[in-house]
Nanobody, 129 residues
Framework: QVQLAESGGGLVQAGGSLRLSCAAS????????MGWFRQAPGKEREFVSV????????YYTNAVKGRFTISRDNAKNTVYLQMNSLKPEDTAVYYC??????????????????????WGQGTQVTVSS
């Protein structure tokens, strides 16, 4: 079992920044690709970003490219999402997820929710205009 706990959400004005953290506990953190998803009210959960288990590969949805940066510290069992130039449309609950099915060290990025088998509880990000 892997337990994931997100933190760092909050209320920010448009153009501002937030840094989300996701701390993992339980089974070893290494070997998993780690992703971030988000879900806005009335919308389906959508993929945001993923990072390979080594941290050497990353992938982003087009809506956040150039604004968000995913990173991980395997020694701390933590993955981060630095969000800059935030927009009101970034408002959502943000979830981190771990995939034991894909290390993402090669091949295509795991960008679908069904490719992840552990999920955090989510953290709210609200961007005011």
């Amino acid at each position: 079992q892997v337990q994931l706990a997100e933190s760092g959400g909050g209320l920010v004005q448009a153009g501002g920044s937030l840094r989300l953290s996701c701390a993992a506990s339980g089974r070893t953190f290494s070997g998993y690709s780690m992703g971030w998803f988000r879900q806005a009210p009335g919308k389906e959960r959508e993929f945001v970003s993923v990072i390979s288990w080594s941290g050497g590969r990353t992938y982003y949805t087009n809506a956040v490219k150039g604004r968000f940066t995913i990173s991980r510290d395997n020694a701390k069992n933590t993955v981060y999402l630095q969000m800059n130039s935030l927009k009101p449309e970034d408002t959502a609950v943000y979830y981190c997820a771990a995939s034991t099915m894909s290390t993402y060290e090669s091949g295509s990025a795991p960008a679908n929710a069904y490719e992840y088998n552990y999920w955090g509880q989510g953290t709210q990000v609200t961007v005011s205009s």
